[in-house]
T-cell receptor, first 116, second 115 residues
């Protein structure tokens, strides 16, 4: 089974609007971490935000927030007030386990296009 | 500033050649990873290493090997390159023992074309 599922291959959003990028995950481990990365056309991977499985509150970092619904195993990224520079690929990733947390599992990504 | 450096941005190799992709990190990280990125498939783990000379297979190790002789350097080797190994290759590193919340740091990627 896929560890990380991103069901939106591509999304469009109008500049200054908010957008939600979906991510669901699969794990039986009670301890895990969820990450979002941005990959602009230049290719580098930029870490955006982290949510731990035991965190009580949703993570926020500037215009990025994570809508964490543990029972539904979803960790959607919300970008508020979209900017043209937000156009990029976005990847959701998971790291699981307290004693074997070497691996990062990535989803297939969502390509976000911000329209002026 | 943390840094993961891959030796080449672009490579063109011939079928059957032995190909070396090099990755160096300056953060004293224990973990290093090699991923392959293909459209619609995301990042797939080829191999990772959690210490010098230690390695584990990822999800798609076939046709690849790795070498980690020094902590800062992790090499990906294509023993006999084939056209289906044309892809973007990403190296990453992360610390170990600081908890789940430590992110992976990535290199700039190597776009390999096998002709």
């Amino acid at each position: 089974a896929q560890k990380i599922t991103q069901t939106q291959p591509g999304m469009f959003v109008q500049e200054k609007e908010a957008v939600t990028l979906d991510c669901t995950y699969d794990t039986s481990d009670p301890s895990y971490g969820l990450f979002w990365y941005k990959q602009p056309s230049s290719g580098e991977m930029i870490f955006l935000i982290y949510q731990g499985s035991y965190d009580q509150q949703n993570a926020t970092e500037g215009r990025y927030s994570l809508n964490f619904q543990k029972a539904r195993k979803s960790a959607n990224l919300v970008i508020s007030a979209s900017q043209l520079g937000d156009s990029a690929m976005y990847f959701c990733a998971m790291r699981e386990g307290e004693y074997n947390f070497n691996k990062f599992y990535f989803g297939s990504g969502t390509k976000l296009n911000v329209k002026p | 500033d943390v840094k993961v450096t891959q030796s080449s941005r672009y490579l063109v190799k011939r079928t059957g050649e032995k190909v070396f992709l090099e990755c160096v990190q300056d953060m004293d990280h224990e973990n290093m990873f090699w991923y392959r990125q293909d459209p619609g498939l995301g990042l797939r783990l080829i191999y990772f290493s959690y210490d010098v000379k230690m390695k584990e297979k990822g999800d798609i190790p076939e046709g690849y090997s790795v070498s980690r002789e020094k902590k800062e350097r992790f090499s990906l080797i294509l023993e006999s390159a084939s056209t289906n190994q044309t892809s973007m290759y990403l190296c990453a590193s992360s610390s170990f023992g600081e908890g789940l919340n430590t992110e992976a740091f990535f290199g700039q990627g190597t776009r390999l074309t096998v002709v």
